[in-house]
């Protein structure tokens, strides 16, 4: 007796904001730019590229491209998107022995 095997697509398990903000707070942890603009477009996909598309202003093309694993968003386009899907990207410190190195933050006034 064989199984059937089922395509499994992760945009359909991506239904509230809290959903969509692990899911891309995983991707983003990876560091991998790919997988990361991967993730973005299958959070795109969840959301739907037509309503995305209206809401952002982006042409569904271009959220297609710059969401592929060969893409490469521009932050405004990243940062677009991110507040349409109702999530906002945070920063934080790094953890671990990393997050001790020496070095300055320089301002731009340097």
Do not use: C
């Not at 903000?21 to 739907?48: C, N, P, Q, S, W």
């Not at 997050?99 to 300055?104: L, Q, T």
């Amino acid at each position: 007796m064989s199984d059937k095997i089922y395509d499994y697509d992760p945009a359909a398990a991506l239904d509230s904001e809290e959903a969509i903000a692990v899911f891309l707070a995983d991707a983003l942890e990876t560091g991998d730019t790919a997988y990361i603009a991967k993730a973005m477009g299958v959070v795109a996909r969840a959301k739907g590229m037509t309503e995305l598309s209206r809401e952002t202003g982006l042409s569904r093309e271009q959220l297609y491209r710059s969401f592929s694993e060969q893409g490469n968003p521009t932050l405004k386009t990243l940062l677009t998107v991110t507040r349409a899907l109702g999530v906002d990207l945070t920063v934080r410190a790094h953890e671990g022995p990393a997050a001790g190195r020496s070095g300055s933050v320089r301002s731009g006034s340097e």
